[in-house]
Structure formats: C-alpha cells, structure tokens
C-alpha cells in the first residue's frame, strides 16, 4: 500500500476540513429550522390559549399551511412541531450546540430521546450538560447508552412509574412492506408480548407433534396461527355480551379484470395502499358476494363510471374508485376511512353528486370546517385547497387504471 504523495494529502486535507465545514452548515441550517418551527408552534399554542374551544385547531391549521408549502403531510409537519418545541423550550443547551455545529442532528435526536422523560427542568439541565460532553467527542451510536445511562441518573422516579407511562402509548401498526407483504407491529406491555410469542410458540410445537407431516416452519406457524386467532377468535375478556366477536374485518382491494381472468400479472391493490399479488387476489375475489365494474379511461386513469344499482351505494363506490384516499394534500388516510365531504355545503345548496362530494378523513373534514381552509372542486375532478395565508394547493385523485372493485352487492354481469 503505497503511501499518499504530499500532493494527494493536500487534496484529502482540503476535502475533509471542506466536510467538516459542510456539516456544521448543515447543523446550524437545521438548528434553524427547529427554532422556526418552534416559532410556528409557539404562535399556534398561544393562539389555542386564547380560542373558544376546538382544542388544538390552530396548531394542525398552522401545520396544514407548512404542509402544503414544504410537499409533506400535514401529521409529519404537525410531529417535527411538537419536536421542535420541545427541543427549543426543554432542550435549549442542545439547540445551541446544534446552532454551532457542535453535535449532529443525530446527536440531538439521542439526546431528546434519553432525556426527554425527565420531567424536572433543573435534573433536566444537569443532563444536558453532561451529556453534551459526550456528544462533542463521540459518535450518535456510541452515545445512546451513555445518554440513557446519564438519564437514568438524574431521573427522579421508579421503573415502576414509568412502566405506568409507557403502558399509555401501547398500540397497534401495520407497515407495509415489499412483494405483496406487511408487518403487523404490537407496542405491549414486554410481559404480554413475550407471554403471547411463547403461547404461539407452543401451539406450533402441538401442531408439529400432531401431525408428523406438518411442512410449516415454526415461524411460519406462528405467523399463521396469530392471524387465525385475531381474525377469528372472540376477546372474551372485552365481551360480555357476544358483539365484538361478531365483527369481521373488511379489506377493500381492487383488481386489474386482465389479472383476474389470469391473462394479466399486474398487482392488485389493497385500496390506497399496498399491491398484492393476483393470486391473493383472486382467492380474497373468489369469496367475496358482489362485484362492481369500474371502467376508467385507458390514458388518465380518471373513473368514468360505475355500473349502477343502488344510486346512493354506486354514487358512494364510484367516489370510492374516484379518491381512493383523503383527498387533502399529501394525506394517505384510505376512502374506507374517509367522510365523504360535500365541497359545497349541502345546507347551502350543495348538490350530493359526483361533482361535489369527495373523501375527506375526519382529520382534514374538521380542518376545513373549523380553520381558515377553504376548498373547491372542479368539472375536472381537481380539488383546489386555499390556505389560511391565500396559498392554492391543487389536487387530483390516483389514477386507478382500468379495475374491479368488491363489493357486498349483486354480480353485474
Ligand atoms: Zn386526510
């Protein structure tokens, strides 16, 4: 390995105090945007301080307004607020390292995250100063355990009560993932969830030895067994009376008709979110009691009509097939989910028909009646959003191409 000639160490030299460099920009560029966005929370929350009601209205109206501004959804906007605020009024040592470049975003993300349970300001502050320290010398990685070591120490309560806490925030996710798969994610107690892997272990196990020919993996089993009980089985400690084991999941998932008739290969998809595979898609179409054609034009996509029924329960599947989603900026809430909003108040006039009615989650129906955002719907399907501060957001519904859609209904052909 030959060493590097003097002119070759000048150049690396030059490049690496030019990184150095970069990356304290970069620092001092996010510092800034975290002081901003606290700005905009603080403006928010006082501006909630002083309103009638409707709790936090005028933080997701602010949220939704830089939102739209900065292409990303309102919920991440209205999260890094939440973020910023705390790193501006809780963290504010951290933020000024940030400022000069001194630790990395990463830095600060492990500092909030190790500290941000400490609740008094001053056992608060006596950890940010150590383990700034930390931070100046070592890598984001490196500086996990020692920021939750360092927490740990200042804290002023039990495991016990911050069990309590962290029980609050157990719920329930789905992520999807690639190949027509996704995960289904649990926050649990670690006691239920260790208890619910080891019985999923063991009924495995008893399937294996009851059946010798068994080819499952034991992942596999496991895996095939949690859905067979969640989607069949009856919480029996939550239902005294019978209702909720009555209540069946539903999916919605349309279908390419080529795919169906196994000329096609192209994906299914899980309405406004995933693409599964034709074969899934064909066994879930196989069981299903009605079926809906939608025919879409060949080049756009757009929906040009739904065969007709029931004119309340087409119009509602054609807007279905239409929106697919939230039609608010960015919002990937599913139409399953959705309000369908009339754009022109049905009180005033508003006609319930395909040119005015849209899906809108509740989140974005309550913005719109509660905030400053206005919205209007075009012949062309585009729905405009207006901003508190005048700026217009067009938006159009995914193109859907040429599908199938299930449905409780009668077969139409
Ligand atoms: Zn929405």
């Known amino acids: 390995m030959d060493l590097l000639t003097p002119d070759e160490a000048a150049v690396l030299d030059g490049v690496v105090t030019a990184l150095v460099e970069a990356r304290r920009g970069i620092a001092a560029f996010q510092a800034l945007e975290a002081s901003l966005l606290a700005s905009a929370m603080a403006l928010g929350v006082s501006r909630a301080d002083g309103s009638r009601g409707d709790g936090d209205m005028p933080v997701r109206e602010i949220a939704a307004e830089i939102a739209a501004a900065l292409r990303v959804s309102d919920r991440t906007v209205e999260r890094r607020l939440v973020e910023?605020?705390?790193?501006?009024?809780?963290?504010?040592?951290?933020?000024?390292?940030?400022?000069?470049?001194?630790?990395?975003?990463?830095?600060?993300?492990?500092?909030v995250?190790?500290?941000?349970?400490?609740?008094?300001?001053?056992?608060?502050?006596?950890?940010?100063?150590?383990?700034?320290?930390?931070?100046?010398?070592?890598?984001?990685?490196?500086l996990r355990p020692v920021a939750l070591l360092l927490a740990e120490r200042v804290m002023p309560t039990t495991l016990t009560e911050r069990h309590e806490s962290a029980r609050e925030e157990r719920r329930v996710e789905v992520q999807d993932l690639d190949d027509g798969m996704a995960q289904l994610l649990a926050v649990l107690p670690a006691a239920l969830a260790h208890g619910i892997r080891a019985r999923l272990s063991a009924m495995a196990t008893a399937v294996k030895d009851a059946d010798p020919a068994e080819s499952r993996s034991h992942d596999q089993l496991r895996a095939d067994l949690l859905s067979d009980l969640l989607l069949a089985g009856e919480p029996s400690g939550h239902d005294a009376d019978g209702q909720?084991?009555?209540?069946?999941?539903?999916?919605?998932?349309?279908?390419?008709?080529?795919?169906?008739?196994?000329?096609?290969?192209?994906?299914?998809?899980?309405?406004?979110?995933?693409?599964?595979?034709?074969?899934?898609?064909?066994?879930?179409c196989a069981g299903a009691p009605g079926w809906e054609r939608v025919l879409t034009h060949p080049v756009t996509g757009t929906v040009l009509a739904v065969d007709r029924y029931r004119p309340s329960a087409d119009l509602r599947r054609t807007l279905r097939a239409r929106d697919q989603r939230c039609r608010f900026p960015g919002c990937r809430v599913t139409a399953a989910h959705c309000d369908i909003d009339h754009v022109h108040d049905h009180a005033h006039g508003g006609a319930t028909a395909h040119d005015n009615l849209a899906h809108v989650c509740r989140r974005h129906h309550t913005l719109k009646h509660h905030s400053a955002w206005t919205v209007t719907l075009t012949a062309d399907r585009t729905m405009t959003w207006r901003s508190p501060t005048g700026r217009e957001y067009p938006e159009s519904p995914a193109p859907p191409g040429i599908a199938f859609t299930t449905d409780g209904d009668p077969p139409p052909f």
Request: glycine residues 6%; aromatic residues 2%; negative net charge.
């Open 113 to 142: 995250a190790a500290g941000e349970r400490i609740e008094d300001a001053g056992a608060r502050a006596v950890f940010e100063q150590a383990v700034l320290v930390v931070a100046e010398r070592e890598s984001a990685s490196r």
């Open 84 to 111: 910023a605020q705390r790193l501006a009024t809780r963290f504010p040592a951290t933020l000024i390292a940030l400022t000069d470049g001194r630790v990395s975003r990463a830095h600060v993300d492990v500092i």
């Open 244 to 284: 909720l084991g009555a209540i069946r999941a539903e999916v919605h998932v349309t279908v390419p008709v080529l795919s169906l008739a196994g000329v096609d290969s192209a994906p299914a998809v899980i309405e406004g979110s995933a693409p599964i595979d034709p074969d899934t898609a064909r066994v879930l």
